[in-house]
């Protein structure tokens, strides 16, 4: 009897998420989703990384758990280190509690149906969370001692990939992102925001020349991260949205740093905690970012650490950017956040979808069923708006699904015309690492619309009859 | 994206991307990613700048900060 089960039946109740329960999960069910390395691996020598990239090559995506990776002291560390958890729908679709053949539309549905919802966070003590089982502060933190993963061969250091947790002086919220943390010293890292929620929240307490609280949630259940990547407007409480993401409220704890000001997660595996010291910058990057190209070296805050807290087995988590690891993530939540939107102007979306060819970012295929000319731009207008990461919107009619991209390609080549059905909008809020972006924020933005006319006749797609071919099942002949 | 340059490290030879408006000017110290490096701009084996022009220490037509 795993953990998981084992809770749930002393209880009576659902077991709180967790990392460990997950992978658990994915091994006891779905074996060949997990793949264990049981060698000892340099992460700060590109050696994880090396072996995602020579699976991808062949077009394998496990995840992956290096049982006993080597800290930057050249030891093993204590901490196994987790790694390509989101390269597969299938799992994500498993971290929301789903069937892995639910992975496509039924997923980002059920992201949608969830993130509309807000479930608030519950405040444990620091004697029921798990996160508090080990609490180093002050010149007991090493980070040294963690398998920071360096990814890439331009990447000057070990980097941190997962979510730094902000929260804003003013309003109270939580904001969570992923954003990049270079590993810079034992009890220092340096961090990059874009002009985005983090970056907002920062720039409050510098005016004020005060520190930023700043918390890196390095590993959580999957279900936390693909919460935190909602796409939300500024002020919504992140902790409360992951919670609706999650399906159960987020168990918070006092932070060693603020106490009950700046709230952790409960069961996170670990967890760091540091300040933003106002006005100072120093080079970071180049790093290999999410669109699979460099982003260059920067003038960058940095994060003093003050303590990291962990459970008493911890297990490091890493994404793989710039790879399907860090583009599905990136996808589900934007998907299931932009159905809603979209779903609101024109009720007869039926499916959003940002494939990898877009780095699950910058283009994104919707259907819907039209009705009346014009309703595929008012959909790719709010599509546009709502994620300033979407640069290319493809719009298709309900006969096409938008998770298979041969199909998005035929509408492209049947339905459209450049001249008519193609709109170019300039100097539109983009994404800074585009590499493709001539301005440094400013992008411009593609608008294909790829559906039938309603007014007018057009050519029928052909069709062998339904009738004939039901009575011909291939069944039959594929023994 | 925002603007690049890309200057070859004086110790590694290995060339980089660095923020244009941030660091073309600043007098910090860039930090080759690959061998540790920390040098100044004007000490740069060569540069690359935004435009695509090439620059070397001792060449006349070195940049100068516009704006």
Same mark, same amino acid.
């Given at each position: 009897?795993?953990?998981?089960?084992?809770?749930?039946?002393?209880?009576?109740?659902?077991?709180?998420?967790?990392?460990?329960?997950?992978?658990?999960?994915?091994? *006891?069910?779905?074996?060949?989703?997990?793949?264990?390395?049981?060698?000892?691996?340099?992460?700060?020598?590109?050696?994880?990384?090396?072996?995602?990239?020579?699976?991808?090559?062949?077009?394998?995506?496990?995840?992956?758990?290096?049982?006993?990776?080597?800290?930057?002291?050249?030891?093993?560390?204590?901490?196994?280190?987790?790694?390509?958890?989101?390269?597969?729908?299938?799992?994500?679709?498993?971290?929301?509690?789903?069937?892995?053949?639910?992975?496509?539309?039924?997923?980002?549905?059920?992201?949608?149906?969830?993130?509309?919802?807000?479930?608030?966070?519950?405040?444990? @003590?620091?004697?029921?969370?798990?996160?508090?089982?080990?609490?180093?502060?002050?010149?007991?933190?090493?980070?040294?001692?963690?398998?920071?993963?360096?990814?890439?061969?331009?990447?000057?250091?070990?980097?941190?990939?997962?979510?730094?947790?902000?929260?804003?002086?003013?309003?109270?919220?939580?904001?969570?992102?992923?954003?990049?943390?270079?590993?810079?010293?034992?009890?220092?890292?340096?961090?990059?925001?874009?002009?985005?929620?983090?970056?907002?929240?920062? *720039?409050?307490?510098?005016?004020?020349?005060?520190?930023?609280?700043?918390?890196?949630?390095?590993?959580?259940?999957?279900?936390?991260?693909?919460?935190?990547?909602?796409?939300?407007?500024?002020? &919504?409480?992140?902790?409360?949205?992951?919670?609706?993401?999650?399906?159960?409220?987020?168990?918070? &704890?006092?932070?060693?740093?603020?106490?009950?000001?700046?709230?952790?997660?409960?069961?996170?595996?670990?967890?760091?905690?540091?300040?933003?010291?106002?006005? &100072?910058?120093?080079?970071?990057?180049?790093?290999?970012?999410?669109?699979?190209?460099?982003?260059?070296?920067?003038?960058?805050?940095? #994060?003093?650490?003050?303590?990291?807290?962990?459970?008493?087995?911890?297990?490091?988590?890493?994404?793989?950017?710039?790879?399907?690891?860090?583009?599905?993530?990136?996808?589900?939540?934007?998907?299931?956040?932009?159905?809603?939107?979209?779903?609101?102007?024109?009720?007869?979306?039926?499916?959003?979808?940002?494939?990898?060819?877009?780095?699950?970012?910058?283009?994104?295929?919707?259907?819907?069923?039209?009705?009346?000319?014009?309703?595929?731009?008012?959909?790719?207008?709010?599509?546009?708006?709502?994620?300033?990461?979407?640069?290319?919107?493809?719009?298709?009619?309900?006969?096409?699904?938008?998770?298979?991209?041969?199909?998005?390609?035929?509408?492209?080549?049947?339905?459209?015309?450049?001249?008519?059905?193609?709109?170019?909008?300039?100097?539109?809020?983009?994404?800074?690492?585009?590499?493709?972006?001539?301005?440094?924020?400013?992008?411009?933005?593609?608008?294909?619309?790829? @559906?039938?006319?309603?007014?007018?006749?057009?050519?029928?797609? #052909?069709?062998?009859?339904?009738?004939?071919?039901?009575?011909?099942?291939?069944?039959?002949?594929?023994? | 994206?925002?603007?690049?340059?890309?200057?070859?490290?004086?110790?590694?030879?290995?060339?980089?991307?660095?923020?244009?408006?941030?660091?073309?000017?600043?007098?910090?110290?860039?930090?080759?990613?690959?061998?540790?490096?920390?040098?100044?701009?004007?000490?740069?084996?060569?540069?690359?700048?935004?435009?695509?022009?090439?620059?070397?220490?001792?060449?006349?037509?070195?940049?100068?900060?516009?704006?």
């Amino acid at each position: 009897m795993n953990r998981a089960t084992m809770t749930q039946q002393l209880t009576g109740t659902l077991p709180i998420k967790n990392l460990r329960d997950f992978i658990a999960l994915v091994e *006891r069910d779905h074996p060949q989703e997990l793949l264990r390395i049981k060698d000892e691996v340099r992460p700060d020598c590109f050696e994880t990384t090396a072996i995602l990239a020579n699976l991808e090559q062949k077009g394998l995506y496990p995840m992956v758990l290096f049982e006993r990776p080597l800290n930057q002291l050249g030891q093993v560390s204590p901490f196994p280190l987790i790694t390509n958890i989101y390269a597969s729908r299938k799992r994500c679709a498993l971290a929301l509690g789903m069937r892995p053949h639910q992975h496509q539309l039924e997923l980002s549905l059920e992201y949608s149906r969830r993130e509309a919802q807000r479930i608030p966070p519950t405040v444990i @003590t620091r004697a029921a969370a798990p996160v508090k089982q080990i609490v180093k502060t002050g010149s007991d933190v090493d980070l040294r001692e963690l398998p920071i993963v360096r990814h890439h061969r331009m990447d000057p250091a070990p980097y941190i990939d997962m979510t730094p947790v902000m929260r804003d002086p003013e309003l109270g919220h939580y904001n969570i992102a992923f954003l990049r943390n270079m590993y810079k010293g034992p009890q220092k890292l340096g961090i990059h925001m874009s002009p985005r929620h983090s970056w907002q929240i920062c *720039r409050k307490y510098e005016e004020k020349n005060l520190p930023t609280p700043v918390v890196i949630v390095v590993s959580h259940h999957p279900a936390f991260y693909l919460g935190a990547l909602n796409v939300s407007p500024f002020g &919504v409480d992140d902790y409360e949205l992951v919670g609706a993401v999650m399906n159960e409220s987020l168990r918070l &704890v006092p932070s060693e740093t603020w106490g009950k000001d700046f709230l952790v997660p409960a069961d996170a595996e670990m967890v760091i905690e540091g300040e933003i010291p106002p006005g &100072v910058r120093e080079v970071e990057g180049p790093f290999g970012e999410f669109p699979g190209t460099y982003g260059p070296q920067r003038l960058r805050w940095v #994060i003093d650490v003050k303590a990291v807290t962990h459970r008493k087995d911890a297990i490091y988590q890493d994404i793989f950017v710039g790879h399907p690891d860090n583009w599905v993530l990136g996808a589900i939540p934007k998907e299931g956040t932009l159905f809603n939107r979209i779903k609101g102007v024109v009720p007869t979306v039926k499916a959003v979808h940002l494939p990898n060819s877009g780095c699950g970012r910058f283009n994104c295929y919707i259907s819907i069923d039209k009705k009346v000319d014009g309703e595929s731009k008012q959909a790719a207008l709010i599509a546009l708006g709502e994620c300033d990461f979407v640069k290319n919107v493809f719009v298709v009619d309900a006969d096409i699904n938008p998770f298979n991209e041969q199909e998005v390609m035929w509408a492209f080549a049947t339905r459209v015309q450049a001249d008519q059905d193609v709109d170019i909008i300039k100097n539109v809020k983009g994404a800074t690492l585009d590499p493709s972006q001539t301005d440094d924020i400013m992008t411009t933005k593609m608008i294909i619309d790829a @559906t039938k006319p309603v007014r007018r006749s057009f050519a029928t797609r #052909i069709e062998v009859p339904k009738e004939v071919r039901e009575r011909f099942p291939i069944e039959r002949y594929l023994k | 994206m925002v603007k690049i340059f890309d200057p070859t490290c004086p110790k590694c030879k290995d060339k980089f991307h660095v923020h244009h408006e941030e660091l073309r000017f600043a007098h910090t110290k860039l930090l080759c990613p690959y061998c540790g490096e920390r040098f100044q701009v004007e000490e740069a084996d060569s540069i690359v700048e935004h435009d695509g022009t090439r620059w070397r220490p001792g060449d006349d037509n070195k940049p100068k900060q516009s704006g």
